[in-house]
Each structure stands twice: as C-alpha cells, then as structure tokens.
C-alpha cells in the first residue's frame, strides 16, 4: 500500500508518463523537472516518417502517450498523488507544460501540488522539498483516504506561460495539513488545516481514494464545517464530489462532513 516512485530530469519525465497509469501500485509520485507533454525521442528504434507503434493501452502513437497532460484531463478515476517541481528557466521541461499539467489536476479534481523557482534545469530541483515538506510520502497509501485541493486562494501566480510572468518562486497547494479522513459508506469526514495562509483562505475540497464512503454518480450529498458553513452539492457524472471555496481560518482547522 505504501509504493512510491520518482526520478529526476527523464527520470521525472518516466516517473510521469509510467507511474500516473499505475494507480493500483503506487500511492504517489515525485517527478523533479518533468516533462509533461513529451516532443522529443520518440522511439529508441528506428521509426520511419508517419510510422505508428502499438502501444500497451492500444494508442497507435508514441507521442500521444506521452501527454500527461492529456491523461490527466481524460482520467477521472483516482491517479496517484502527484507532487512535482520544475524551474522557470528549465531549458529541458518547458513552463508552459507545467501550467498545463496544474490546469489539467485542477480540472480533474486530482490530488496534486507543485512548486517552483527561477532556476534552470540544474538548481530547478530545489522547490522539490516544498513539496515533500507538506506533502511526504507517508501521508499517502493505497488503502488511505485524503482530501484533493484545487483553486487555493493563496495559490502562487504562474503566469501566462512565458517564463518571466507571474511569480517568480512559488507553489500550487503548498501549505495544507489533514488528519486522515473518517469514513463510512455514508459519511467522510477530514480536518483540513493551513500553514502559510496569513488572512482566511478558501481551497476547493475533493475527496479522493475513499475507501468506505459510497459516491454516486449525479447523487446529491449534504456538506457541513466547523465553521458553520453548509450546503449540498451533487457528485457529478464520473462519482466525483468537489466541496467549493471551504474556508480555513488562520491558525485554525476546519472539520469538512459530506454525507448522504
């Protein structure tokens, strides 16, 4: 239940491209600088121009495998935790990609969080141990439940793409803490927390390798916090249950209840 993998440079770019598929080993990965959207070597044997190769998930086109960015978009079901860095400047992992990847987790509702710098392809491993600081591997197993965070309100700026915009060191997701959720068929229950937010914050809420607690597709839950906050919110078509904006105080958890 506690499998992991990673890898820098290539390494992080095969930790990626192989790791995410093989949700049933690995409870999370850690890429340092990969590439997300694959261009270059595409085959270590000799392709002819227009050449297509059978891959093992029946994808005829070696390149289209390897867009993560695609996959992540595609997959609904619970991937591996994803953790990740990359520098500005990388002349190997290109920024735009990793803003695509952190638009595609987000959309996807999986659970994910990375971070940055302004370095190249050398001292861009660096943001790694933000990463591993609130998110280390042993807070993930296959047989654990945790909460998913997407559009935190104290989320870094990335930019537009071009690597000089935006925030020039940061982090997606950076900060969080949970005790580990409480479940039944009926109920799931997390105490979520944050440790860089300086003023009230608001983070969407997913929860993800649920191990109890029954979702169903277009079926309506009820949600409550701590804080007094409530409301319903209906699973939607692939089972996927987001809470939006829950508020966490400064210093101060925040109890989450969905329910039947």
């Not at 649920?210 to 979702?215: D, L, N, T, V, Y």
Request: with cysteine; net charge positive; proline share 4%.
């Amino acid at each position: 239940n506690r499998i992991y993998s990673g890898g820098g440079s290539m390494g992080a770019w095969g930790s990626t491209s192989f790791g995410l598929r093989q949700k049933g080993v690995f409870a999370a990965v850690y890429p340092n600088r990969p590439r997300t959207i694959q261009k270059g070597m595409p085959s270590l044997v000799n392709l002819k121009q227009g050449e297509k190769v059978l891959m093992e998930d029946n994808t005829t086109e070696y390149l289209d495998r390897m867009n993560s960015v695609a996959f992540a978009l595609k997959e609904k079901g619970d991937l591996p935790f994803y953790g990740w860095c990359c520098g500005r400047r990388d002349g190997f992992a290109s920024w735009k990609e990793q803003i695509d990847m952190v638009e595609a987790m987000k959309k996807s509702r999986h659970g994910f969080a990375f971070a940055w710098n302004d370095g190249d392809h050398s001292s861009g491993a660096e943001p790694m141990k933000e990463v591993q600081k609130y998110f280390p591997a042993k807070r993930f197993a296959l047989n654990l439940s945790y909460p998913a965070f997407s559009n935190s309100s104290i989320d870094n700026n990335m930019g537009n793409g071009d690597p000089k915009d935006g925030d020039l060191i940061g982090g997606i997701n950076l900060g969080f803490k949970w005790v580990d959720p409480v479940e039944s068929e009926t109920k799931w229950v997390v105490e979520i927390g944050n440790e860089l937010n300086k003023e009230p914050m608001t983070v969407d809420v997913t929860p993800r390798r649920c191990q109890s607690f029954k979702r169903v597709a277009n079926q309506e839950y009820n949600w409550s916090a701590s804080n007094g906050d409530k409301g319903k919110v209906t699973a939607d078509k692939d089972g996927v249950i987001t809470i939006e904006k829950l508020k966490i105080e400064v210093g101060k958890n925040t109890t989450l209840t969905i329910e039947k």
